[in-house]
C-alpha cells in the first residue's frame, strides 16, 4: 500500500470516527436530525473505506449516493435544521424530521439516476456547501455573542478551509492530484469535513449551555 493510500485511509478513518461518535453524542443532546446525519456521514465513509479495500462491491454505490445525499440535504439542509435547536429554539416534530430525511434521501437516489439531475450536481453541492457555511456564520455569530471566543475563532477558520474545499472539489484540478501524498481531493476533504464536524458539536454544546438548554 503506497504513502497516498495510507495517507487516505487515515483521512477517511477519521471521518468514520468522528461520524459514529459525535452521531451518539448529538443523539444524548435529544438532537435526532445531526445525530442520524453524523452517522450517514459515518456510513458513507466506512463504505469508501471498504470499496478502496475491495471488500464489497456494493459499497461503491452505498458511499456515492450516501455522499450525495449528505453534501446536497444531509450536512446542509437538514444540518442546518438541526443546529436551529440552539441557535433559533427551532425544532421540527418527529413526524416531520422523519419526512425531511425520507424527501432528501429520494431527491438524492435522483441526483445519482436521472441525467438530467446529474448533470447539475457539481453545481448544486457547491451551492449548497456555501449556503450551509453561511449559515455557520449564525453559529460564529452567537458564539461570539456569548463570550466563546474560541469557538468563534476555530468556526471561522474551519469555514474558510471547507469554502475552500466546495471550490476545488469539483471545479479545480491540484497540481500532482493522483501522486500527491498530503495534497490531494480525498486527504484535503476529508480532514476538513472532519474538524469542522468536531467544531460543530462542541460549539453546539457550548452554546446550549450558556443558553441552559443543556
Known amino acids: 500500500m503506497s504513502s497516498r493510500d495510507m ?18 453524542r448529538f443523539l444524548k443532546l435529544k ?13 458513507s465513509a466506512t ?10 462491491e456494493f459499497s461503491a454505490y452505498v458511499w456515492h449516493y450516501l455522499d450525495t445525499f449528505s453534501k446536497l440535504f444531509g450536512v446542509t439542509v437538514i444540518g442546518a435544521i438541526g443546529l ?7 425544532e421540527l416534530s418527529k413526524g416531520k424530521e422523519v419526512l425531511v430525511f425520507v424527501v432528501a434521501l429520494v431527491l438524492s437516489y435522483g441526483f445519482e ?12 453541492s457547491m451551492l449548497a456547501a456555501v449556503l450551509f457555511l453561511i449559515f455557520c456564520g ?4 452567537q458564539a461570539f455573542k456569548y463570550k466563546l471566543i474560541l469557538h468563534g475563532w476555530l468556526m471561522v477558520v474551519l469555514i474558510v478551509l471547507n469554502l475552500f474545499v466546495a471550490a476545488i472539489q469539483d471545479f479545480m484540478v ?17 480532514f476538513a469535513w472532519s474538524l469542522i464536524f ?11 449551555r450558556k443558553k441552559g438548554m443543556a
Not at 438532537?31 to 456510513?43: K, P, R, S, T
Not at 473505506?49 to 471488500?55: E, R, S, Y
Not at 439516476?113 to 448544486?124: N, S
Not at 491540484?174 to 476529508?190: G, M, S
Open 113 to 124: 439516476t436521472l441525467d438530467f439531475m446529474r448533470a447539475a450536481l457539481p453545481v448544486a
Open 138 to 141: 449564525c453559529i460564529v455569530q
Open 198 to 208: 468536531t467544531e460543530i458539536f462542541y460549539v453546539y454544546r457550548a452554546l446550549a
Open 84 to 90: 436551529m435547536k440552539v441557535t433559533h429554539n427551532f
Open 174 to 190: 491540484l497540481p500532482n492530484e493522483d501522486t500527491a501524498v498530503f495534497f490531494n481531493k480525498w486527504v484535503i476533504e476529508t
Open 7 to 24: 495517507m487516505i485511509y487515515t483521512a477517511v478513518s477519521s471521518l468514520v470516527w468522528v461520524g459514529f461518535y459525535y452521531g451518539y
Open 31 to 43: 438532537n435526532d436530525m445531526l445525530g442520524y446525519e453524523w452517522f450517514f456521514l459515518a456510513v
Open 47 to 56: 463504505n469508501v473505506i471498504l470499496d478502496k479495500a475491495g471488500v464489497f
